[in-house]
């Protein structure tokens, strides 16, 4: 762990000097972070690096935008609580993966090297290094970032080198042959006979000669165009003959054709996508059982909201009333109001379940995250409903796609349901959630 750090460390602090032109010392750090650094996280210890080392690194590498800060800030606590087994640490690239899919950094959607990116290359690389982890060449949009931090000169004077294999590209070649068959356009078939007269006589013939070749194939070409725009004209001419009855009637069944042809209603991505919900992290104040159903608690939960949801939930057959007490869960807040057993229920609390459903629990969103957040799932991050029209069975068409994978991190087609202190998961692994 120490030796992560001082890599960390040393990392940053090159990244600090080549932004401000000046060495970042161990005494430049902030009163008291040196000394009680022990048991601190590496996103902390990054943090106060960059805040000691002032403007311009500070500002740049913290976040230049609000939005930005705020996505530093989230991933620099996933860097500090970077650990645990096996199992944990490949699920967990997974979902660095994931992120990384559509993005070139991990906060930000430009270019831009942040903190961010500095805290979690220190953890990864110490991560591949070490447990020489045997499926990374299945993560790719991964592999592409660590190959584009380690790039850059201050990582490569702290970190080795992971050689990282990239995809070739052989670009298609299309034969002259091929290019001169019949269908194709007189544009296409200049394009073909000047890089065939190009090929002939760039082996035998001068520049100029080379110039006057490819003015002889243009005029060619020119000619060409000029016979074809002839005899289009010539064939539009004939298609007249019909006189304006002809037309009009033409373009009536057109117009018939064009009704018959319409293309079938997609379905508005308000009704299907993932974005529609809006799920908070909430806490369990109170829970009893539901006076009409023995399968079923009554919950009231703080979502921030100032004053607690009741929601039923039919979680009883798995849990103890103590069980689900002070517990954090994700409720859906904005399913409409309606009463279960005639107990009035304004929210669901969203839960894992395995294939045959005799193991069912509430998805736990991580330790850190607060009270009333959003829970988001990246790039999904519009606005969600007030209300989910029962009618449009918004809920039911996205359900299916609502999943935990191999690790318990819950997801939305395969991309991870993301709070500010990190994923949520449970320990139901390959589980549906409902």
């Given at each position: 762990?120490?030796?992560?750090?001082?890599?960390?460390?040393?990392?940053?602090?090159?990244?600090?000097?080549?932004?401000?032109?000046?060495?970042v010392s161990q005494e430049s750090l902030p009163l008291g972070v040196v000394v009680e650094e022990e048991g601190k996280g590496l996103g902390f210890i990054c943090?106060?690096?960059?805040?000691?080392?002032?403007?311009?690194?500070?500002?740049?590498?913290?976040?230049?935008?609000?939005?930005?800060?705020?996505?530093?800030?989230?991933?620099?606590?996933?860097?500090?609580?970077?650990?645990?087994?096996?199992?944990?640490?490949?699920?967990?690239?997974?979902?660095?993966?994931?992120?990384?899919?559509?993005?070139?950094?991990?906060?930000?959607?430009?270019?831009?090297?942040?903190?961010?990116?500095?805290?979690?290359?220190?953890?990864?690389?110490?991560?591949?290094?070490?447990?020489?982890?045997?499926?990374?060449?299945?993560?790719?949009?991964?592999?592409?970032?660590?190959?584009?931090?380690?790039?850059?000169?201050?990582?490569?004077?702290?970190?080795?080198?992971?050689?990282?294999?990239?995809?070739?590209?052989?670009?298609?070649?299309?034969?002259?042959?091929?290019?001169?068959?019949?269908?194709?356009?007189?544009?296409?078939?200049s394009s073909s006979v000047r890089s065939q007269t190009t090929t002939t006589v760039s082996d035998t013939a001068s520049s100029s000669e080379l110039k006057a070749?490819?003015?002889?194939?243009?005029?060619?070409?020119?000619?060409?165009?000029?016979?074809?725009?002839?005899?289009?004209?010539?064939?539009?001419?004939?298609?007249?003959?019909?006189?304006?009855?002809?037309?009009?009637?033409?373009?009536?069944?057109?117009?018939?054709?064009?009704?018959?042809?319409?293309?079938?209603?997609?379905?508005?991505?308000?009704?299907?996508?993932?974005?529609?919900?809006?799920?908070?992290?909430?806490?369990?104040?109170?829970?009893?059982?539901?006076?009409?159903?023995?399968?079923?608690?009554?919950?009231?939960?703080?979502?921030?909201?100032?004053?607690?949801?009741?929601?039923?939930?039919?979680?009883?057959?798995?849990?103890?009333?103590?069980?689900?007490?002070?517990?954090?869960?994700?409720?859906?807040?904005?399913?409409?109001?309606?009463?279960?057993?005639?107990?009035?229920?304004?929210?669901?609390?969203?839960?894992?379940?395995?294939?045959?459903?005799?193991?069912?629990?509430?998805?736990?969103?991580?330790?850190?995250?607060?009270?009333?957040?959003?829970?988001?799932?990246?790039?999904?991050?519009?606005?969600?409903?007030?209300?989910?029209?029962?009618?449009?069975?918004?809920?039911?068409?996205?359900?299916?796609?609502?999943?935990?994978?191999?690790?318990?991190?819950?997801?939305?087609?395969?991309?991870?349901?993301?709070?500010?202190?990190?994923?949520?998961?449970?320990?139901?692994?390959?589980?549906?959630?409902?």
């Open positions: 762990m120490a030796a992560k750090q001082e890599k960390a460390r040393k990392l940053i602090a090159l990244f600090c000097k080549r932004i401000n032109s000046t060495e943090r106060c690096i960059v805040e000691a080392a002032g403007s311009p690194a500070a500002d740049q590498l913290l976040g230049t935008t609000p939005e930005m800060q705020a996505e530093v800030s989230q991933w620099l606590s996933f860097a500090s609580s970077f650990s645990g087994n096996k199992l944990n640490i490949d699920g967990r690239l997974k979902l660095l993966n994931v992120h990384l899919e559509n993005r070139s950094v991990f906060a930000g959607r430009g270019l831009e090297i942040s903190v961010a990116d500095l805290s979690m290359f220190a953890v990864v690389h110490d991560i591949v290094t070490e447990e020489s982890f045997p499926e990374l060449v299945k993560l790719p949009h991964l592999l592409r970032w660590i190959d584009y931090i380690q790039s850059k000169d201050e990582a490569a004077k702290v970190y080795p080198h992971i050689p990282v294999e990239k995809a070739k590209f052989d670009p298609p070649r299309s034969s002259p042959a091929a290019t001169a068959s019949k269908g194709t356009s007189v544009l296409a078939i070749e490819a003015t002889n194939v243009e005029v060619e070409v020119s000619k060409a165009v000029e016979v074809s725009v002839k005899n289009d004209k010539k064939a539009a001419a004939a298609t007249t003959v019909g006189g304006a009855q002809g037309d009009e009637a033409a373009a009536q069944e057109s117009s018939k054709k064009v009704k018959k042809e319409k293309p079938p209603a997609q379905k508005k991505e308000s009704d299907t996508s993932v974005s529609v919900l809006d799920i908070r992290v909430g806490l369990i104040n109170k829970v009893w059982k539901h006076p009409g159903a023995d399968a079923l608690y009554v919950e009231e939960i703080d979502i921030g909201e100032g004053s607690a949801r009741q929601v039923v939930s039919g979680l009883a057959k798995f849990l103890t009333p103590e069980q689900m007490l002070n517990r954090k869960v994700l409720v859906l807040r904005n399913v409409k109001p309606g009463k279960v057993r005639d107990v009035l229920s304004s929210g669901l609390v969203l839960c894992a379940s395995n294939s045959d459903h005799s193991q069912c629990e509430p998805v736990l969103p991580p330790e850190g995250s607060k009270i009333g957040e959003r829970v988001t799932v990246p790039g999904y991050e519009g606005s969600p409903e007030e209300v989910l029209n029962p009618k449009k069975k918004q809920f039911e068409k996205i359900q299916p796609d609502l999943t935990t994978d191999d690790s318990g991190i819950a997801n939305y087609q395969g991309k991870p349901f993301m709070t500010s202190a990190g994923p949520c998961r449970s320990s139901i692994l390959n589980g549906t959630i409902k």
